[in-house]
């Protein structure tokens, strides 16, 4: 029997490979177009990671050093569904941020903007059985690059999930509500359809936040769904 | 119910290893207590035909025995307790990856069919907006001739693409992956 597929993803929701705004995608995007590949056994599984892999800790960005690192804390949290609205349990996230200054714990990043000693800007953390994961973090801040002049990338974390199969692997970027930078960047505006788009911006949620300690942002993600459902067992 | 929107992908950006590098790994066949080891090299190049120096690439296989460390394979094939079947390998500053792992066996395509050995590869930089889906095939394989996959690429250099290339003598492959050009890399749609 061949395996159920995974659908494609939402219509208008993935950016194009190429996307000539941002410089890079030139000389980096396919340029012939993709053959079509029916889903077989291979694609349809893929790397299952246990709790083993995570500590409880590794979920707070702002505990892994001697001292706390500057600026905003915040606590960004979500649920991991599908297109269905299926949790996806027991899935591994892992994120990575500049600093509050807007300067990555990174040798390629050379901006002129202060080093955190005590923040180095990675966490990693598991869905729980009904997809939900939770972050401690810093605000990062905006940050300058040389895609075109003045261009300032909008305050962002990346996220990488993997979900149930090689098919669900996601790495996106998470932005902050209200941020003036975002009209202007051309990795925020690959993704043409405006609500597709606006997935991306986390929302402030005062549920998460806690009184004299830190804002809370939502950010729930969806995957890729299935056809039908598999049967289990 | 109406669908949710699928969360648009993003770059991995210049700075990925500061988040994924934590879980590379360059040797799938530590632990493995089956199969041939080998080893695949080469190097990712753009469009200008520069090495790519901060590409990575996800690996993903069977075991020796071509079943999946997953539970939606329900072949009746071994598990190997070792081998998980899961890669995450960069480039160097050079362009250049090297993994070692073993060489999986057959797996089952769509129909009757069976596949030629092969690990799926999803490709990530700086630069794409989005991961993209190639698969490795072995030179020294007969099944690749049937295997149903391959078939799907109707050039035969485009196919070429996708075969690493066995050094005489050793279970050593070659494997370079072209974003763009004439060598350009077979991505997939899947």
Redo the contacts between chains.
């Keep these: 029997m061949d395996p159920i597929g995974y659908r494609p993803s939402t219509p208008g929701s993935q950016p194009n490979y190429l996307h000539p705004p941002y410089k890079s995608t030139v000389k980096r995007a396919p340029g012939k177009p993709l053959v079509l590949l029916p889903q077989t056994l291979t694609e349809v599984t893929g790397p299952i990671f246990g709790h083993d892999k995570v500590a409880p800790t590794d979920n707070d960005l702002t505990k892994q050093h001697a001292g706390e690192p500057l600026g905003e804390r915040i606590i960004v949290g979500g649920q991991v569904m599908d297109e269905d609205g299926r949790p996806v349990p027991n899935t591994l996230i892992e994120i990575w941020q500049c600093n509050a200054a807007g300067r990555y714990n990174h040798p390629v990043d050379q901006h002129d903007a202060p080093i955190d000693a005590n923040f180095t800007g990675t966490g990693r953390a598991m869905t729980d059985a009904e997809g939900r994961y939770q972050f401690t973090s810093i605000k990062p801040g905006a940050y300058p690059w040389r895609n075109h002049p003045n261009a300032w990338r909008p305050a962002h974390i990346h996220l990488s999930l993997f979900g149930p199969s090689f098919m669900t692997r996601l790495v996106t970027q998470m932005y902050f509500p209200g941020d003036p930078l975002l009209p202007f960047d051309p990795i925020f505006n690959c993704v043409a359809d405006p609500v597709a788009r606006d997935r991306m911006i986390s929302q402030f949620d005062l549920e998460r936040t806690v009184p004299e300690w830190a804002l809370g942002f939502r950010f729930d993600i969806v995957l890729r769904g299935r056809n039908a459902t598999p049967m289990v067992g | ?1 109406s ?18 590098t ?2 590379n790994t360059t040797d799938l066949a530590k632990g493995a207590s089956a199969g041939e080891p080998i080893t695949v090299s080469g190097t990712v190049f ?3 035909g ?1 090495p ?1 120096p ?1 590409a990575m690439l ?1 690996l ?1 296989q ?1 075991n020796a025995h071509g079943k ?6 329900r072949q009746d094939k071994p598990l190997d307790q070792g081998f ?3 890669g995450r390998v960069p480039t160097d500053k050079d362009g250049r990856f090297s993994f070692r792992t073993i060489k999986p066996g057959q ?5 009757n069919t069976m ?1 030629a050995p ?1 690990i ?1 590869v ?1 490709v ?10 190639t698969r490795i095939y072995f030179s020294d394989e007969a099944a690749n001739a049937s295997d149903p ?1 391959l078939a ?2 109707e050039s035969p250099a ?1 196919r070429q693409t996708l075969i690493a290339d066995r050094a005489k003598g050793k279970a050593e492959y070659r494997w370079d992956l072209h ?3 004439g060598q ?1 890399t ?5």
């Design positions: 119910m669908r949710r929107i699928t969360t648009p992908s993003q770059t991995v950006g210049p700075y990925l290893h500061l988040g994924l934590w879980l753009d469009g200008d520069a790519v901060d996800e993903w069977a999946y460390a997953h539970p939606e394979d998980m079947g899961f797996v089952p395509g769509r129909g596949q092969h799926l999803a990530f930089m700086r630069g794409m907006l989005k991961h993209a889906y996959v799907l690429v485009r974003m763009q050009g350009e077979v991505f997939f749609d899947c």
